[in-house]
């Protein structure tokens, strides 16, 4: 069988979250560097993988796709490994909640408009928008805390289990607590840290890690 294609860069988190996927599932694959926001535009054989541009695409046998959430479910079901989804109906919609909440509200707030603008304060690109990370700080606030309660009592996001909300969480989390203001809301958030002390240590976490983690 092929091994499994990853387009995408190791800087996205969608795209960690995928590579995290196939490095729980014990599946050896190639990730073809993709940037999106270099200059000069999308290259246009990028685009006929994914249309809008977007990172990551995946491919396998043959067969396309993208779309983050899509490519994480073929990638559970169609290798051997453990399971990254709850056996029970409540259990997955669960899951897929908390997938929806990163994706709609704590990416955005999280990863551009904390970690992004707060780093630009060290590069050539200008200084930080403080008034976006003021505004992004009680967003993400919410977040956590829904996340939290959500958990409740759980080791892992969705249960007792790994699933691929943790899949999806980590590489956001990972961006945030780089940041002083994602420090501050993490310490405000004791089952998260509990959380991350866990997971922080999985081989796969740390195969996947970003460039940024180890300066």
Known sequence: MAR???????????????LLALEEKGVAYDLHEVDVFRGGGTDPAYLARQPFGRIPAFEHDGFRLYETAAILRYVDEAFPGPALQPPDPAGR?????????????????????IFVERSRGTSEEGTPDEAKIAAAIPKSAICLRAIAELMGEASYLAGDALTLADLHFVPIFAY?????????????????????DAVSSWPSVAATRFQVEAS
């Open 4 to 18: 499994p294609i990853v387009y995408g860069a190791r800087y996205s988190t969608y795209t960690r979250s995928v």
């Open 93 to 113: 919609a669960r899951m897929t909640q908390i997938v929806g909440i990163l994706d709609s509200y704590a990416y955005r707030s999280m990863v551009w408009d």
């Open 176 to 196: 945030l607590r780089l940041t002083p203001e994602g420090r501050s809301l993490i310490g405000a958030a004791p089952a998260i840290s509990r959380w991350w």
